[in-house]
């Protein structure tokens, strides 16, 4: 798996501590900053960031800001990405199981680096459970392919 991770200024605390975590399970990553000594805008990095994840040249991605939402909002406006903003373990553990999430988001003024950590793990080590989710999933996916559609003019 290829994980790519990034955040703004507001994230730095949890994507180092996540960053730890993803060497310890030797997982592959690269990180996409912000190197931020200067407030950044969380769309600037959540909007290339999730292009990549949906282009395929990442599996997965940790988004991270002050709250999450920026970074989820941002990051669901990408056709393919199904962001997940997750506060607890158990979320973090059905999103995967039941959304098949290939985008996480944390927020650093929300939870704190131990909880982000527990998160992460969990979130990068649960396998989507398939079957009556992938068809709810599709739904999503056939929604997203209808708007390309219409916005080519091919309906
Ligand atoms: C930055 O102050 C903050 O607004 C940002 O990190 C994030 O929380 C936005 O959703």
Redesign the pocket.
């Known amino acids: 798996m290829k994980v790519l991770i990034t955040g703004?200024?507001?994230?730095m605390t949890i994507r180092n501590e996540v960053i730890k975590l993803l060497d310890e399970l030797n997982i592959e990553y690269e990180d996409a900053g912000c190197s931020c000594e200067h407030?950044v805008d969380?769309p600037d990095y959540a909007l290339p960031a999730a292009e990549q994840v949906a282009s395929g040249e990442f599996d997965r991605g940790i988004f991270i800001?002050?709250?999450?939402?920026?970074?989820s909002i941002s990051a669901n406006k990408v056709r393919g990405i199904r962001c997940a903003l997750v506060s607890d373990v158990y979320s973090a553990e059905l999103t995967r199981r039941h959304n098949d999430s290939n985008v996480l988001a944390l927020?650093e003024?929300v939870i704190g680096p131990g909880l982000a950590r527990e998160i992460a793990r969990t979130w990068l080590e649960t396998e989507f459970d398939g079957g009556r989710h992938a068809d709810r999933i599709e739904k999503v996916t056939a929604y997203e392919t209808h708007q390309s559609k219409q916005e080519a003019g091919e309906l």
């Not at 703004?8 to 994230?11: P, Q, S």
């Open positions: 703004d200024h507001a994230g407030s969380y800001c002050g709250t999450g939402i920026g970074m927020g003024r």
